[in-house]
């Protein structure tokens, strides 16, 4: 059966040959639209035999169409290539065919971009570890394979990985009956993801802002300093860190909720202390209060007399005969300590003792509690 067995691929080998050969001296006597019929006759004709090669690598994990494909584009350039004077026709193709499909395994089957180099060294690990693994009865290690091969043993790790990237699992891959897939124990859920944008933004924003209060940022947030040791680094007073500080991220929160954040020059104005302004005017029905900037130990006595002196414009009003009414604007202030919410207190507590009626506009959330406690039906609390 065996020696049967060489007389069919003998056979078969005299067949190609012959064919090829008949095929070369009639593509010489022939002009040149004859000669593509030719060439298309004798690659229909031959188109078996690139499958039974394609065929002998239908055990690859790569579809046996996409092989075969690839051997007649090999026979393809064999009919094109062959050079009768130069042997047999059959061993031509037979070394193109396969040179095609191992070209194609090579450059075409890896999901991950491996170079040339490692291709061919995974591919001779590959046969490395066949071969020790007969020798030895057991897996052989990278330093066994490294030195059969003599090559270095990171290499040696190098082909391994770059072998375990021809044809990757799937995250989908299912583990067990319980339905739990490869991808759910790879990596777990970012709680800080949805901040990215905001943590953008802020970094943008914070090159907004004089220099020397970046500075005095980075080192509290980021250097962990304390305000006395940035205070010793300036060269100024803690509470003077401290107001900076807070003048800062009082600016960088109006800009990261407008769409258009105002310069830190358009602001400046209202952080500074002595530059709060106070912006009293009288209507023919009220008495109208606007505070811009911070509200807080620097600025509350200096608050405290202008809602007083407010508070007794509306007395007067309110002995000429009219309901005596004051509405106090806090929607251009950034920042309201305890100490003046304090000032809101004892001005919302002497507004009703002189029965006038106080409204309050733009009042934190976190603060109305401290106004809420036996508030007066003369007292109202609203929202922009």
Same mark, same amino acid.
């Given at each position: 059966?065996?020696?049967?067995?060489?007389?069919?691929?003998?056979?078969?080998?005299?067949?190609?040959?012959?064919?090829?050969?008949?095929?070369?001296?009639?593509?010489?006597?022939?002009?040149?639209?004859?000669?593509?019929?030719?060439?298309?006759?004798?690659?229909?004709?031959?188109?078996?035999?690139?499958?039974?090669?394609?065929?002998?690598?239908?055990?690859?994990?790569?579809?046996?169409?996409?092989?075969?494909?690839?051997?007649?584009?090999?026979?393809?350039?064999?009919?094109?290539?062959?050079?009768?004077?130069?042997?047999?026709?059959?061993?031509?193709?037979?070394?193109?065919?396969?040179?095609?499909?191992?070209?194609?395994?090579?450059?075409?089957?890896?999901?991950?971009?491996?170079?040339?180099?490692?291709?061919?060294?995974?591919?001779?690990? @590959?046969?490395?570890?066949?071969?020790?693994?007969?020798?030895?009865?057991?897996?052989?290690?990278?330093?066994?394979?490294?030195?059969? *091969?003599?090559?270095?043993?990171?290499?040696?790790?190098?082909?391994?990985?770059?072998?375990? @990237?021809?044809?990757?699992?799937?995250?989908?891959?299912?583990?067990?009956?319980?339905?739990?897939?490869?991808?759910?124990?790879?990596?777990?859920?970012?709680?800080?993801?949805?901040?990215?944008?905001?943590?953008?933004?802020?970094?943008?924003?914070?090159?907004?802002?004089?220099?020397?209060?970046?500075?005095?940022?980075?080192?509290?947030?980021?250097?962990?300093?304390?305000?006395?040791?940035?205070?010793?680094?300036?060269?100024?007073?803690?509470?003077?860190?401290?107001?900076?500080?807070?003048?800062?991220?009082?600016?960088?929160?109006?800009?990261?909720?407008?769409?258009?954040?105002?310069?830190?020059?358009?602001?400046?104005?209202?952080?500074?202390?002595?530059?709060?302004?106070?912006?009293?005017?009288?209507?023919?029905?009220?008495?109208?209060?606007?505070?811009?900037?911070?509200?807080?130990?620097?600025?509350?006595?200096?608050?405290?007399?202008? *809602?007083?002196?407010?508070?007794?414009?509306?007395?007067?009003?309110?002995?000429?005969?009219?309901?005596?009414?004051?509405?106090?604007?806090?929607?251009?202030?950034?920042?309201?300590?305890?100490? @003046?919410?304090?000032?809101?207190?004892?001005?919302?507590?002497?507004?009703?003792?002189?029965?006038?009626?106080?409204?309050?506009?733009?009042?934190?959330?976190? *603060?109305?509690?401290?106004?809420?406690?036996?508030?007066?039906?003369?007292?109202?609390?609203?929202?922009?």
């Amino acid at each position: 059966m065996h020696g049967g067995r060489r007389e069919e691929d003998f056979s078969e080998t005299a067949d190609l040959d012959h064919a090829a050969s008949e095929y070369a001296i009639a593509w010489m006597v022939s002009d040149t639209s004859h000669r593509y019929l030719l060439r298309d006759d004798l690659i229909r004709r031959l188109i078996p035999f690139a499958d039974r090669l394609a065929s002998r690598y239908r055990e690859r994990t790569e579809p046996l169409d996409d092989i075969r494909q690839a051997a007649r584009l090999g026979l393809v350039k064999a009919v094109d290539r062959y050079n009768p004077e130069r042997g047999s026709f059959t061993a031509f193709a037979f070394v193109t065919i396969n040179g095609e499909v191992k070209r194609h395994f090579r450059d075409r089957t890896w999901s991950v971009h491996v170079n040339r180099r490692l291709q061919d060294l995974s591919m001779e690990v @590959g046969h490395a570890t066949a071969e020790l693994t007969q020798a030895l009865s057991r897996t052989p290690t990278a330093p066994e394979i490294a030195r059969h *091969l003599k090559v270095d043993e990171h290499d040696v790790r190098n082909a391994h990985m770059c072998a375990a @990237g021809r044809t990757p699992m799937s995250l989908n891959t299912q583990l067990g009956d319980d339905g739990r897939e490869l991808g759910d124990l790879i990596g777990k859920s970012d709680s800080t993801l949805e901040s990215v944008a905001d943590r953008l933004a802020l970094e943008e924003l914070v090159r907004e802002l004089p220099p020397e209060i970046q500075r005095m940022i980075i080192m509290r947030f980021h250097g962990n300093r304390t305000q006395s040791q940035i205070a010793t680094e300036f060269g100024i007073s803690q509470m003077h860190v401290s107001r900076l500080l807070r003048r800062g991220l009082a600016w960088l929160r109006t800009a990261l909720l407008s769409d258009s954040p105002p310069s830190w020059h358009q602001v400046h104005e209202y952080l500074e202390p002595e530059t709060m302004k106070v912006q009293l005017r009288k209507t023919d029905t009220s008495i109208d209060v606007r505070v811009g900037g911070d509200i807080d130990a620097d600025t509350a006595d200096r608050l405290s007399r202008r *809602l007083q002196s407010a508070i007794s414009l509306a007395v007067e009003q309110g002995q000429q005969g009219q309901q005596g009414r004051l509405g106090v604007d806090l929607t251009r202030v950034l920042n309201i300590d305890t100490t @003046g919410a304090a000032v809101l207190r004892d001005a919302r507590i002497s507004a009703s003792r002189s029965q006038v009626t106080m409204t309050i506009i733009g009042l934190p959330p976190h *603060l109305e509690s401290i106004l809420a406690g036996d508030e007066p039906p003369t007292t109202t609390l609203m929202h922009p």
